[in-house]
């Protein structure tokens, strides 16, 4: 079979572009990170994301099923596994920040991985998962057949509170950096979004329609 970076994340369908590193800053931001911390991406895939988070001072790592992930990362260790099979190959209370997005929904048994997550964040260390929201998606949900795992904001909290993390908390997020900065927009993005073609190929109208969902928690001290 193809290698899924082939054919989801090809560079003419995806091509590289200044949003990766524009969502990390408003993360790193808006979710108290800072220079130095050791922060884990499963499903790193070609590692742009991670990519930003180290441009921010971060000790960055990867971990994704392909072996071609992270192709174009310079100093960044990237391993490969399975995690839907295999134990995530890292020590005990390891990291600061376990950061995933677009990943939980394609996992057989989310609960399992979360519980190797919560292994391996030190104490106080957060789990911060970016995951797309089934009630604004779920008629496009399974365009993509690797989804298997739905999210909602309930959902969502509850496994993370299963999970035995602490300060959970789950809101709804739009992928639109200028919503970033004047939140009220968000009202019109709401209002006409019924009016949005579920399957609009306008990148500005369909993140105006869809929404995420961005799950944070913490392992408790003790």
Known sequence: MAD???IIYDEKSHPLNTYPSKLIKYLFDS???SKGQKILEPG???????D???????ECYGLDLSPSAGGFLEGIEVKQANIEKEALPYDDNYFDIVYSKSLMEHLHHPDK??????????????VLCLIPDWESNYKIYFDDFTHVTPFTRI???DILLMSDFNDVNVVKFRQLPIVWKFPVLNVFCAMIS???????QTKFFRWTRELMLIGSATKPLR
């Not at 991985?113 to 957060?126: A, H, Q």
């Open 44 to 50: 790193c895939g070609r590692g742009e994301f991670l």
């Open 194 to 200: 019924p009016f949005i073609p579920v399957r609009t």
């Open 31 to 33: 979710y108290g990170m």
């Open 52 to 58: 930003a988070y180290r441009r921010l001072g971060l």
């Open 113 to 126: 991985y979360l519980s190797e997550v919560f292994r391996i964040l030190k104490p106080g260390g957060k």
């Open 155 to 157: 959902s969502l909290r």
């Open 4 to 6: 899924y970076l082939e």
